[in-house]
C-alpha cells in the first residue's frame, strides 16, 4: 500500500528535496501552494495526511485547518510553522492537529512524523478488526439461543458500537461480515417478535418490552 501525503506551503518548490525523500520511502506527495489548492484536494482526493504550512499568504494555515477538519474529520494534519510563539501552538492543537513541525525542516523529523501518525492509524484498525473478530462468535451463540428482549437490546448496541468503531478504519475490512452479522441478527429477532408479540399483548404476566399502547400511560400518566 502507497500511502498518499498532501502538502500545502507557498514555498513548495524550496522544498522539493524534502518531497523527494518521502517519495524515496515510498510515499506519494501532492505538493501545492495555497490553502486554497489544499481544500481543492483534500474535496476531490484521498489522503492519508497532510502537511499544512502555518503562515502562508491568502488563506493561513490555522484558517484551512478547520475546513479540512469540516470535510475530512479523520484526515491527520502536520502543522508546520516557523514561528514557536505559544498562541500559535496552542490554536492549532485545539483543532486538533495530529503533530507540528518547526522550520528548519528536517528530512528524519518529518518521515517520523509521518510513520508515527500512519503507523498509529494501522495499528488501531488492526486491534479494531481483532476485537470484533474476538466478539463476533459470542454475539452469533447469543442471539441464535432463547433470549429476551433487555437480552435482544444489548446485541443491537453491541452491533451499533462496532459500527461506528469499524466507520472509523481506513479500509473498513470487516465491514462486509459486520452486515451479514446485522442481516443475521435482524432474521433472529423478527422469529423472536412472531414468537412472542401475541403473548406480549394477551397475556399481563409475560416478560416483554414497553408496547407502543402502554408508552403515554407508563411513561408520562402515571
Known amino acids: ?3 498518499q501525503i498532501l502538502w500545502a506551503d507557498d514555498e513548495i518548490d524550496l522544498l522539493k528535496p524534502y518531497i523527494m525523500f518521502l517519495q524515496s520511502k515510498g510515499y506519494d506527495v501532492t505538493p501545492v501552494n495555497s490553502g486554497a489548492d489544499a481544500l481543492e484536494e483534500v474535496e476531490k482526493g ?3 495526511v497532510v502537511f499544512l504550512d502555518e503562515n502562508m499568504p491568502g488563506m493561513t494555515g490555522l484558517e484551512v485547518l478547520p475546513q479540512i477538519k469540516q470535510m475530512k474529520p479523520n484526515l491527520p494534519v502536520i502543522m508546520i510553522t516557523k514561528s514557536e510563539e505559544e498562541h500559535i ?13 518547526i522550520k528548519p525542516l528536517n528530512p528524519n523529523q518529518i518521515l517520523l512524523s509521518v510513520k ?3 503507523d498509529k492509524k494501522r495499528l488501531e484498525e488492526e486491534k479494531t478488526n481483532i476485537s470484533y473478530q474476538q466478539e463476533f462468535r459470542q454475539l452469533a451463540m447469543q442471539y441464535q439461543d432463547r433470549i429476551n428482549h433487555e437480552e435482544w ?11 461506528l468503531e469499524i466507520d472509523r478504519t481506513e479500509n473498513k ?6 452486515n451479514m452479522q446485522k442481516s443475521e441478527a435482524n432474521s433472529n429477532f423478527s422469529r423472536f417478535i412472531e414468537e412472542n408479540y401475541e403473548d406480549w399483548l394477551n397475556d399481563p404476566r409475560a416478560d416483554k418490552p414497553l408496547m407502543s399502547h402502554q408508552l403515554m ?5 402515571h
Do not use: C, N, T
Open 116 to 118: 508515527k501518525i500512519l
Open 1 to 3: 500500500m502507497q500511502y
Open 217 to 221: 400511560r407508563k411513561r408520562y400518566f
Open 173 to 178: 475490512s470487516m465491514a462486509e461480515v459486520l
Open 46 to 48: 484521498k489522503f492519508d
Open 153 to 163: 437490546a444489548e446485541i443491537y448496541k453491541k452491533l451499533l458500537f462496532w459500527e
Open 89 to 101: 501552538m496552542e490554536e492549532a492543537i485545539g483543532s486538533k492537529i495530529a503533530d507540528y513541525l
